[in-house]
């Protein structure tokens, strides 16, 4: 197989830029200083085109790899034919390889190995050659296989025995295993039913609850929720809607192929996967029986039903389940990885003094005040809520708080207690209007993860975990980035079934988002954390450690070049992460912008030639350098210089704007001043919210009362489409309209269609 030839028709790319995009990868360049440094060498191949390329030429590499494997096992068997090597060559995914190899496996006992053992190969060989007549019945050439010793009883063990070895033939066979599985991605239907064992199991665990009740012994708050494993009994309905349930193959959409994968898991449903019996066997017959009128015809037949039913049809259900697993998978992954690059993305609040409020019942409420660089200044605990409502008291340890620190924004998490404590807080701004406080909910999804954590531990050794959590709310308001890099990317919360993925498949493409994220937006090396720190391009967790350390020890780096005084930070280190570090106080003014190092010497002679000095960068008055060199012309200019049109391009973007920050033109949060139940709703209402989360079928969006509004794919756009991505992105600031409320179960259904933002 032509790897580059056969990647770059996939992703409709040049066989020459993709060839260049991996001999930088596999120089071990990294993937953001690819995109960002070598746009010439690559033409222009940004971030995602080149993960997408190294991931499928990673995956093709590996089936070469398996595919040589194969044939030299075969080969060494001495069973390697060029009809063998042909399929081999011609397989293009793994299952195919695998299909090819299954009949020279070594296999675990069967009853076809069995029927080897016992010597009743030649008798399947003879069955097979279906003549239309034998020199005697076949009954009686299989009595000739009788043998006490061998386990052979009598006629009838033999020709089954026969038949098994047939069975397992026809099985092993890779082009009817081809055929079989194309038909059944095309027609197979999946059928779902209400585990009624586990039903009745859970029926008999509710009575012994009941009779545990009666006596005062502990109960199960929610048997209802139990009986589908979740913990919110008003979800235990989800499944609900497959307890009688059937969809085609082809048509079933990925939420829905997980959904019932955990409901499965969870002994709530019961799925099979299955083809229409007759028109598989139809096609196995008109394959293998050549004579209708061969005496064999009716064992062959009993081989080849047996061969479906017991081998082919339950193996092609794993193979199908694991394939629409797989896809299901890999489809909510990337809903995740782009919900997750939105809300990494999101703008940070600068400037401004935050008072982080970490809500809670029996323990009462954290605070924790940090200036306008993330320092903590004061921490305190509160109890306004139940079981205590000291409100008197917490009220005024707020506004003692807001008045001596100047406290612009309250940040509160989206946890438990948070209803009553966002009313609670609206009621004492509403008694300091001239502050101008305001207030925001915030997710704090992965917040008690990170104040749990040995990183947090770290940060705040003298803290309790709850004030870690009220620290890491308010700092995630003013830089969600830098903050949520602490967290591991699962936890953030934006993502569907995240917990059902393979832990790895999953962490490397949450990662990925995370390294693209931190690397176009830069990192300040002074100021960064090492969590921060270790997703910039070239650096691991030891490099970051030291960089943190070495600033400590010695004070804030003067420069980018200072780096490489840093242990295991060397030359090749040093190239692929200078360009994404900030200095913005350092003696080298270019060490403040994205320009990388290697072309300083390009962007001393751009300011020289149209009369700028490092002092303008500094200052910003660099503007107008774009228009000079337009009006001189760009082609003769990079001729001069010796650089690409790419290159110069980004060379002046960050001269005209240095320290610029590329999430400046997201649209801030929304701030509040006052709550808003769901009582206040009715059906036609406008209102402005927040995309909180992005799924297959829908968008929640947080519209100012405690539960999230969603906005089904339905309700999206006038115009059809095919995921809710192609509109709405977390952190969308969107108007959108009520269209029903269902309060007892606290759910809000929205409409955007028609609306106008």
Known sequence: MDIVKTVAEELKIKESQLAAALELLDAGNTIPFVARYRKEVTGGLDDTQLRNLWERVCYLR?????????????????????????????ATILAEIEDIYRPFR???????????????EPLAALLMEQRTSYDMPIEK?????????????????????????????????????????????ERGIITVKKNETKSKDKDKDKDKDKKEESTGANTNASATASDIGIKNKDTAE????????????????????????????????KVSLSLDKEAALSFLYSQIISQNDSPARKYITAAIEDSYTRLIAPSIEREIRAELTEAAEEGAIKVFAENLRHLLM?????????????????????????????????????????????IEEAKKIVLSLIKKYNVNIIAIGNGTASRESERFIAGVLREIPESGCKYVIVSEAGASVYSASKAG????????????????????????????????????????????????????????????????????????????????????????????????????????????????????TFVQCAGFLRVPDGTEALDATGVHPESYGVARLLLKRY???????????????????EAEGVAKVCEELGVGAPTLNDIVTELEKPGRDVRDAVPPPILREDVLEITDLEPGMSLMGTVRNVTDFGAFVDIGVHQDGLLHISEISDKFIRHPSEVLAVGDIITVMVKSIDEKRGRISLTYKGIKT
């Open 62 to 90: 590996s089936l070469e790899e398996r595919r040589r494997e194969v044939r030299d096992l075969i080969d060494a068997q001495g069973k390697l034919t060029p009809e063998i090597v042909t399929a081999l060559e011609r």
């Open 106 to 120: 070594p296999k675990r006992k069967t009853r076809a190995s069995v029927a080897r053992e016992r010597g009743l």
């Open 141 to 185: 050439i299989a009595a000739q296989y009788i043998d006490d010793e061998k386990g052979v009883a009598d006629a009838e063990a033999a020709l089954a025995g026969a038949c098994d070895i047939i069975a397992e033939d026809i099985s092993d066979n890779a082009e009817y295993r081809r055929v079989l599985r194309d038909m059944t991605r």
């Open 238 to 269: 989800v499944y609900a809607m497959y307890y009688d349930y059937s969809e085609s193959v082809a048509r079933i959409a990925s939420h829905r192929v997980l959904a019932i994968n955990r409901g499965e898991r969870e002994e709530a449903l």
């Open 346 to 390: 999101q703008p940070p609040i600068k400037g401004k003094v935050v008072m982080g409020y970490d809500p809670g019942y029996r323990t009462g409420c954290k605070l924790a005040v940090v200036d306008e660089v993330g320092r903590v200044l004061d921490t305190a605990v509160i109890y306004p809520t139940k079981p205590h409502e000291r």
């Open 457 to 572: 531990a770290e940060e705040f050794p003298d803290f309790d975990v709850t004030q870690r959590s009220a620290v890491s709310i308010a700092r995630r308001l003013q830089d969600p980035l830098a903050e949520l890099v602490k967290i591991e990317p699962r936890s953030i919360g934006v993502g569907q079934y995240q917990h059902d993925m393979k832990p790895a498949r999953l962490d490397a493409a949450l990662s990925g988002v995370v390294e693209a994220c931190v690397n176009a937006v830069g990192v300040d090396v002074n100021t960064a954390s090492k969590q921060l720190l270790s997703y910039v391009a070239g650096l691991n967790g030891t490099a970051a450690k030291n960089i943190v350390k070495y600033r400590e020890e010695h004070g804030a780096f003067p420069s980018r070049a200072a780096l490489l005084s840093v242990p295991h930070v060397g030359e090749k």
């Open 611 to 629: 009369g700028y000095t490092e002092d303008d960068v500094r200052s910003g008055g660099a503007a107008g350098l774009r228009q000079k060199i």
